[in-house]
């Protein structure tokens, strides 16, 4: 439930509290939507996730994706679409992460901002609010680069 006033009684937690928001489903957009209603110190949010903590080797570490991608991995779930026409009615299994982060969890930290072009086209064909220079920044401010450099 996103939205509205509600309440969580999380066993063996020993929280009992009223919420304005409660997020179900903490990946990508979830954590920062949780995040940025957190900022107002006058709301009370709560954030939930399925899955085990995340400070498993495999999502600590770049190289250690594919490792997510084997069967029984911990921070991996699958869900097998309908049967595609395309591919004579094969099914095929969608990858999702289990975790706080949700894909995000386990996608080896791989981030693109997509080419500048893309933005302005779609600016082009009506989406004012999208140009590059827009959502410039908003990448920046999820981004932290080694570097200092942050263009």
Known sequence: MAGGAGSANIAGVGIDRTYDF???VGGSAGCVLA???????????????QGPRNNGWTVRIPGATGENYKPGAR????YPT????????????EPFGIGLGGSSLVNGMVFLRGNPL??????????ADWSFSNVL?????????AE???R
Request: charged share 30%.
């Open 22 to 24: 409660i997020i179900v």
């Open 35 to 49: 995040s940025r209603l957190a900022e107002d110190i006058n709301l009370r949010v709560l954030l939930l996730e």
């Open 75 to 78: 921070y991996m779930g699958w």
């Open 82 to 93: 309908v049967p595609q026409r395309h591919l004579r009615g094969r099914v095929i299994d």
């Open 118 to 127: 893309d933005y302005e086209r779609w600016v082009s064909e009506g989406a």
């Open 137 to 145: 920044p908003y990448f920046k401010r999820l981004e932290t680069r």
């Open 148 to 150: 200092g450099c942050n």
